[in-house]
């Protein structure tokens, strides 16, 4: 079956440094996500991405995030300067529409120190 | 606006038991609703969607879910528990539209008695 697939697994970062996380959504998909949870907590929403350009943003997504479809297979989320407060769990997931569900990726656990 | 409420932080049940996890959302237009599991250090695995055709839809595992308008509710059930079942579980709405984004509940967690 067909998988969303998120590197690196974990990653761990001092405050203020830049990270990007990548992504490969499945392949036929058009609509692309990222949430996150902090642990405990529920699953946020923070950004999805259609059509080259970004369809919906939460108040999360602030100007610190980013996100790029640079080639026809990544899809990556980008922290400027990382806050300690930004250590979550972020998914991708991908969609050939809302109707399907998404198909979440495993997650990268991100860890600012 | 969406959202979900699930009922019930930590629910433990006895192997074999029904498990009862409860869903209740609000939404403006008719919407699509999905329940999602997450295993330790795991992504999310969606086990059921409700998209506006049966009201009672059947899942992997054995899970199934009741859409029920009049109490805009759509709570997951199984018959009878597995040691396997004990996991996160999250409701999420969605209105339906193509590319709109996912409302997800606070999640259930699901603790299984030997």
């Known amino acids: 079956e067909p998988e969303v697939t998120q590197t690196p697994s974990h990653q761990v970062t001092q405050m203020g440094q830049e990270v990007i996380l990548r992504c490969v959504p499945i392949?036929?998909?058009?609509?692309f996500y990222w949430y996150r949870q902090i642990l405990g907590q529920k699953v946020e929403f923070l950004v999805s991405f259609y059509n080259n350009e970004i369809s919906e943003k939460s108040e999360i997504f602030d100007d610190q995030f980013s996100v790029e479809r640079p080639d026809g297979s990544n899809f990556t989320l980008k922290i400027r300067s990382t806050k300690l407060e930004d250590s979550a769990m972020y998914f991708c997931a991908s969609s050939p529409g809302v109707a399907y569900g998404y198909t979440f990726g495993s997650g990268t656990r991100l860890t600012v120190v | 606006a969406q959202s979900v409420t699930q009922l019930g932080s930590h629910v433990s049940v006895s192997e074999g038991a029904l498990v009862l996890l409860r869903c209740n959302y609000s939404s403006s237009v008719p919407p699509y609703l999905f329940w999602y599991v997450q295993y330790p250090n795991q992504g999310l695995q969606l086990l059921l969607k409700y998209t506006s055709a049966a009201t009672l839809v059947k899942g992997i595992n054995g899970f199934e879910a009741e859409f029920k308008k009049s109490e805009t509710s759509f709570h997951l059930t199984k018959p009878s528990a597995h040691m396997s079942d004990a996991a996160e579980y999250f409701c999420a709405v969605s209105e339906g539209h193509t590319g709109n984004q996912f409302y997800f509940g606070t999640g259930t967690s699901l603790t299984v008695i030997p």
């Open positions: 392949s036929n998909h058009l609509y």
